[in-house]
């Protein structure tokens, strides 16, 4: 672990997204509720929570934090086919929360293809990544925009 002792507290956010592709029939499962596991999305968002809330307990050098916010959306995307994740997590610490909206973001789609698997097992997680974070001595960092 780094030592952040003598790094000062100060309100920290960051920002991640991914997404799962899926057979069109798959999405539209989804979509319709109609999984034998029930609703995705929802057990899916709650899957996130829990996993940014137990992060320093999956990532061996990660730093325990008080999250004082994490939220997870998802969205059915036909242009994939499949679904987008952001997730946004919020701490005053002496420590960054870049590590727990990825985690957020990765749980959530596992936890979707863990739902969806017995119809479709050929779906793809993927482009999991930190859009944006603020807070600490690094201050503000935004992805740039791809061309």
């Known amino acids: 672990m780094v030592d952040v002792s003598e790094k000062p507290v100060t309100a920290r956010y960051a920002r991640a997204t991914g997404s799962i592709r899926m057979k069109p029939e798959t999405l539209d499962a989804i979509r319709r509720n109609s999984l034998v596991k029930g609703d995705v999305l929802s057990v899916a968002r709650v899957a996130g929570v829990l996993a940014a809330k137990r992060t320093a307990e999956l990532i061996p050098l990660c730093h325990s934090l008080p999250l004082s916010d994490i939220q997870v959306e998802l969205t059915l995307d036909d242009a994939l086919p499949g679904v987008r994740c952001e997730a946004t997590a919020r701490t005053s610490a002496q420590t960054g929360v870049e590590m727990e909206a990825i985690t957020a973001v990765a749980v959530s789609l596992v936890t979707v293809y863990d739902m969806a698997k017995a119809i479709d097992r050929e ?19 935004k992805r740039r925009a791809e061309a």
Do not use: N, P
């Not at 779906?123 to 603020?134: H, N, R, Y």
């Open 123 to 141: 779906m793809s997680i993927g482009d999991i990544s930190l859009q944006e974070k603020s807070g600490g001595r690094s201050g503000t960092w």
